[in-house]
Nanobody
């Protein structure tokens, strides 16, 4: 049974950086496309990035492109989200998930399995 565990969240000042990690167990990580989503209080869950199994194709939502970088280490069953130049509007709970390829990558319905999430707060 697939399980995903996120880590690395915390409180950071605007302009700061954080690196999130998503460790996947219980399945064939090497063939899984992984997505990062976030959810701010009172808002819908929003797709942040998508990475294919080989790490050769990566997509980002416009609001984070150029500031966030997604990568994966298939030997460690881990996907990373490096977040730089953080803004208060990046605040939220960040989740990783397995893309089931049933729709657009940024649609929450395209995710079969979610992690428990990690809180990111950007505030001075």
């Amino acid at each position: 049974q697939l399980q995903l565990v996120e880590s690395g969240g915390g409180l950071v000042q605007p302009g700061g950086s954080l690196r999130l990690a998503c460790v996947v167990s219980g399945g064939n990580f090497n063939v899984a496309s992984i997505v990062w989503f976030r959810q701010a209080p009172g808002k819908e869950r929003e797709g942040v990035s998508h990475i294919n199994p080989s790490g050769t194709s990566i997509r980002y939502v416009d609001s984070v492109r150029g500031r966030f970088t997604t990568s994966r280490d298939n030997a460690k069953n881990t996907v990373y989200l490096q977040m730089d130049s953080l803004k208060p509007e990046d605040t939220g709970v960040y989740y990783c998930g397995i893309d089931n390829h049933r729709g657009a990558w940024s649609w929450p319905g395209s995710v079969d399995v979610w992690g428990q999430g990690t809180q990111v707060t950007v505030s001075s």
